[in-house]
């Protein structure tokens, strides 16, 4: 992701972004240097901050020790915090991705080791006052971003029920009943033999 040619970081992210669907993948990930790369990729794809912001909210849900340790030592979260200070113009969703950047220095704040020294540092940032009581799901595309539901089209970010059962067909949700009905074949009528 440190490549000079702008479309190898763009690529890589996008890799990433993908094999952060997997916990597997995110636990290997933990074992190597991840969060710098993703730092020098953002900073050369800011048309990518959005999908970067996806991949990392999917590597902080998971709550692995050694990735919060990578964002400490990596300053990843001072430049989390830069990127909620920007406007992010070149990105394609600029809300969301702040959104996915808050929920995942919440994460990164939960974790047992470092949790306070994170804390710390965004007691400590101006910007973070205005994102750390808020409630993000509303600047939520209906893209599926690991953790949360999508209804269909036209609605954002919501849990979303199933279909609504309306009184005419309240019966087809109903467990079925416990005896057979009177008129019912019973199986016993084997009488052909």
Known sequence: MKADNEVIPKACLQVTHILADSEVCVRTMSKCDTVVPLICAMKKRKDSVHVAAETIKKL??????????????????PFLLKLLEDPLSECDKPSAAKALIAESL?????????????????EKSPVWSAYKDQKHD???????????????????????????????????????????PEDAPTGDDDDDD
């Open 60 to 77: 902080y849900d998971l709550m692995i020790p050694e990735l919060v340790v990578q964002a400490v030592n990596g300053e990843l979260i």
């Open 138 to 180: 509303l600047f939520l595309t209906n893209t599926t971003v690991s953790g949360y539901l999508t209804g269909p089209s036209g609605v954002a970010g919501y849990l979303t029920a199933g279909t609504s059962s309306s009184a005419n067909n309240a019966n087809s949700s109903a467990p079925p009943p416990l005896e057979p």
């Open 106 to 122: 919440k994460n990164m704040a939960k974790d047992l080791a470092n949790g306070e020294r994170i804390l710390e540092i965004l």
